[in-house]
């Protein structure tokens, strides 16, 4: 799954062990969030936006 989540997280000066413990993961699920390596849970998707103040098109809809 493609996704800004990296650009989002960096943007707002935020470690990947930091994004971690605000949404309750390990920083080892951000970092293959990231690459596109998982595909996280609806409810994750949603705590990730809420931490990084953006909405879930910002972080995860791929646009052309």
Do not use: H
């Not at 390596?37 to 953006?54: D, F, G, H, T, V």
């Amino acid at each position: 799954m493609k996704n800004n989540l990296k650009i989002a997280r960096i943007q707002a000066s935020i470690k990947q062990d930091e994004l971690a413990s605000l949404t309750g993961v390990t920083r080892q699920t951000i970092g293959l969030i990231e690459k596109g390596s998982y595909n996280p849970s609806l409810n994750l998707c949603i705590a990730i936006a809420k931490a990084l103040n953006k909405t879930l098109d910002d972080l995860f809809w791929e646009v052309e």
